[in-house]
């Protein structure tokens, strides 16, 4: 299933004439489960609709900004029957304090330890999965980070994970394309293709997986050249 929110426009002078719900109806003209999302606060109650009372649900990198709104909107539903655990290298971090106040329950945790995720994902019934590719710059790394997730979300058993992913922009501008840059030896644009490249260790793994595509990035000056 694809669940996708509106498009992200970055530039003044973008033609913003088409929008998330149009590309989702054409890939379900095309016989794919996909539905438009029109905000975070739909995608809680999505979750909460296939969720059973005492249900736990992982948020990663819960001391972001906007990740903290999500886990924020979790722990005030109180029809929801979610419990909350917060993952986050810094458990003493303003963010995650502000969790552990609010009732999450606050857990250390680091991608590059596959035995602390699945220590913090022992017994959770969902997990909201996501990379920072900007805070390292590595290929390799952000690609083994979700091949661990992937791996401790199989041996705990976590029935429902959301990958917060992105488009492979190879697809649609192939490396041998002169009119944008190869980086890094392989990528057109690295934080989308990588993420992209993961979705199939979460399918080839068998873990139930939404993969969620959180934005797309529209520039005038991409147009036409």
Do not use: C
């Amino acid at each position: 299933r694809l669940w996708m929110l509106e498009v992200f426009y970055a530039g003044g002078t973008a033609t913003r004439d088409f929008s998330a719900a149009d590309i989702v109806a054409e890939i379900g003209a095309h016989g794919a489960n996909a539905e438009f999302a029109p905000s975070r606060e739909w995608l809680i109650a999505r979750i909460t609709d296939a969720a059973r009372p005492g249900d736990l649900v992982l948020v990663m990198g819960a001391r972001d900004p906007s990740l903290s709104a999500l886990a924020r909107a979790i722990l005030a539903d109180a029809g929801g029957g979610f419990a909350l655990r917060a993952l986050t290298r810094r458990v003493d971090s303003e963010n995650a304090r502000a969790l552990a106040a609010a009732g999450a329950e606050v857990v250390a945790a680091d991608l590059d330890d596959e035995a602390s995720l699945v220590r913090a994902l022992d017994g959770a019934h969902g997990a909201f999965f996501v990379t920072n590719f900007w805070e390292h710059f590595s290929p390799d790394r952000e690609k083994a980070q979700a091949a661990a997730m992937v791996r401790a979300a199989k041996k705990t058993g976590v029935r429902h994970a959301i990958w917060s992913t992105l488009e492979d922009s190879r697809d649609f501008i192939p490396p041998s394309d002169p009119r944008m840059p190869t980086l890094l030896g392989h990528y057109k644009v690295p934080h989308f293709d990588l993420k992209a490249e993961s979705d199939r260790v979460f399918v080839e793994a068998g873990v139930p997986t939404t993969f969620l595509l959180t934005v797309v990035l529209a520039f005038a000056g991409w147009q036409g050249r």
